[in-house]
């Protein structure tokens, strides 16, 4: 069963920039799409971006285009999600999630099977 784990989290000031990692155990096998999602305090999980089995194409919500880069090198079991110029509408539990449907443009929850247990950002003066 394929697990995801989460990591790079933290609080940075806004402007600023932050990487997330999500190491999954079959990333390897090139079968599964990968998806970050978000939640913040009192609001419903968010999708925020998604790439493909093998990194071809990519989606993005509106809120973050031309400020988030999603990436994934499958020989490291890790996709990534680049940060910048965080805002402080960007802080939230940040999680990672596989499945193997993309539809295209920002991940949908319902396509996704296996979810990691998040990793909070906080973006703050």
């Known amino acids: 069963q394929l697990q995801l784990e989460e990591s790079g989290g933290g609080l940075v000031q806004p402007g600023g920039s932050l990487t997330l990692s999500c190491t999954g155990s079959l990333f390897a096998a090139g079968l599964y799409t990968a998806a970050w999602f978000r939640q913040a305090p009192g609001k419903e999980r968010e999708g925020v971006s998604a790439i493909t089995s093998m990194g071809s194409s990519t989606g993005y919500a509106d809120s973050v285009k031309d400020r988030f880069t999603i990436s994934r090198d499958n020989a490291k079991n890790i996709v990534y999600l680049q940060m910048n110029d965080l805002k402080p509408g960007d802080t939230g539990v940040y999680y990672c999630?596989?499945?193997?449907?993309?539809?295209?443009?920002?991940?949908?929850?319902?396509?996704?099977?296996?979810w990691g247990q998040g990793t909070q950002v906080t973006v703050s003066s």
């Open positions: 999630a596989a499945g193997t449907f993309f539809p295209g443009g920002p991940p949908t929850a319902g396509d996704y099977d296996y």
